[in-house]
């Protein structure tokens, strides 16, 4: 079975800083990961992902995350935080055949 | 290009009544189609999938049910809604083999039940 656990439901960062935000996986099969991210009142939209191959992986927006085998981490971060990406951001995990299994996602608030 | 559609984009309804959400896609066939349930601080929330006409895989039992009338088509209802279906309702699509396909996502539907 798989699962995510996102660390922090909300995180808050000043424009320009550097945005981290945490995921960790479990996972019975060789992992497929994915950033999502998610305005007000709209659905999800892919930001990266992972497959095999390079670990670390380059987004859109300027965000990019690092797949971490032994630490079972695929933590997104954007050097400098701009208004625009105050949103609500999901780690998932695939099930390796059909379905994803999302975490309970972390908001970003971006003050001026 | 593929592009989802969700209808109606909000909606009311009173406790016992019906519910029929549809979810349709372009430009693509042979989809896996899914439905999910967004509720304040809970995350997404897998309810169906389908891989296929006429096949609905049900994750989480419950009063919804999930129908998949033609390739491209998707729909979600309840005979009887209750309080606790109140949420943001997602439709997605990802290609076959979708052992790695991203799922996009449709724009939602906000439904309130009162």
């Known amino acids: 079975a798989q699962s995510v656990t996102q660390l922090g439901s909300h995180v808050s960062v000043s424009e320009g800083a550097l945005v981290l935000l945490r995921c960790n996986y479990s996972s019975s099969v060789p992992p497929y990961l994915f950033w999502y991210v998610q305005y007000p009142n709209q659905g999800l939209q892919l930001l990266l992902k992972?497959?095999?191959?390079?670990?670390l992986v380059k987004g859109i927006n300027g965000f990019e995350a690092e797949f971490k085998k032994s630490e079972t981490s695929f933590h997104l971060t954007k050097p400098s935080a701009h208004m625009s990406d105050a949103a609500e951001y999901f780690c998932?995990?695939?099930?390796?055949?059909?379905?994803?299994?999302f975490g309970k996602g972390t908001m970003l608030l971006v003050s001026p | 290009s593929q592009t989802i559609h969700q209808w109606p984009a909000t909606l009311v309804q009173p406790v016992g009544s019906p519910l029929s959400l549809e979810c349709t896609v372009e430009g693509t066939s042979n989809p896996n189609l899914y439905w999910y349930r967004q509720a304040a601080g809970r995350g997404l929330q897998l309810l169906f999938y389908?891989?296929?006409?006429?096949?609905i895989s049900s994750e989480v039992p419950q009063n919804l049910s999930a129908s998949r009338p033609q390739d491209r088509q998707f729909i979600l209802s309840s005979k009887k809604l209750l309080l606790s279906d109140s949420g943001f309702y997602l439709c997605?699509?990802?290609?076959?083999?979708?052992?790695?396909?991203?799922?996009?996502f449709g724009p939602g539907t906000r439904l309130t039940v009162l």
């Open positions: 998932a995990v695939s099930d390796g055949y059909s379905t994803l299994t």
């Open positions: 389908s891989v296929g006409i006429g096949q």
């Open positions: 992972y497959t095999t191959g390079a670990t």
């Open positions: 997605a699509w990802t290609r076959g083999q979708a052992l790695y396909n991203e799922q996009f």
